[in-house]
């Protein structure tokens, strides 16, 4: 992954000149902080991903302030690393709390990923103001995809486009979000790269896609939320 996929990747969206949305673990930063760097001056934006994987939220769900200990510390590494403060978070394996939206709200962050029961933003209530709900994806996954499906390259292609074609007819009467989950260490390996790249040309040739990241779909919903029936 670090050494060789996540190199792989940036040279295919930079080939088919699209960007991405990277979610980044806070330990990342202090150790291959050139691996963040690389990303944020392609103009993409930093996802808080907790510290470390294998570090889940759930695990204080009856200590907020331990919570927000942890999110805050992420949030600080990035801009540290980066020169700006990320907006989003997602937590590692979706496992967030009851009281994850909120401190994401108290924190500045205007969109929280972790919700996967829409195809379409949507707002969530918190005491400190509303926050954007992102969803991630489970089944778009290269995780599900490859290591829990055994898909090959040509298969994963025809599930991502077989994905873009519903929801590009379907958005032509109310917009939807597709949302494909990456990880270098697995999508990166040589006979899976082409799956990605191929899946972006194919979504290129296509008029009226609007290749946004997470931020700038939070904002545009933040302002545009009222005319959206729910």
């Given amino acids: ?42 103009g993409w934006e930093m996802i808080a991903h907790n510290y470390i994987q294998t570090e889940f939220l759930v695990n204080y769900r009856d200590d907020r302030n331990k919570e927000r200990a942890v999110i805050q510390r992420v949030v600080d590494l ?10 989003g978070w997602l937590s590692s394996s979706l496992r967030c709390t009851v009281n ?26 918190t005491d400190h103001g509303p926050l954007v709900s992102i969803p991630y994806t489970q089944e778009a996954n290269d995780i599900g995809m490859f290591l829990r499906r055994n898909l090959t390259a040509t298969e ?57 990241t997470r931020e700038e779909i939070a904002e545009w919903y933040l302002q545009n939320h009222r005319s959206h029936i729910g």
């Fill in 100 to 125: 994850t939206s909120d401190i994401c709200k108290e924190l500045g962050l205007t969109y929280h990923c972790d919700y996967m029961n829409d195809e379409q933003p949507y707002l969530i209530h």
């Fill in 156 to 212: 994963a292609f025809e599930l991502w486009k077989d994905e873009f074609d519903e929801l590009y007819r379907t958005g032509e009467k109310s917009g939807r979000i597709m949302s494909v989950g990456l990880h270098p260490h697995i999508i990166g390996r040589a006979f899976r790269a082409r799956a990605i790249r191929e899946f972006l040309q194919y979504a290129k040739s296509f008029d009226g896609v609007w290749w946004a």
């Fill in 78 to 87: 990035i801009e540290k690393t980066t020169g700006r403060r990320p907006k």
């Fill in 1 to 42: 992954g670090p050494r060789v996929g996540i190199w792989r990747l940036y040279d295919i969206f930079d080939e088919v000149g699209v960007p991405a949305s990277c979610t980044v673990n806070g330990i990342l930063c202090e150790r291959h902080p050139q691996i963040v760097t690389a990303a944020a001056k392609r």
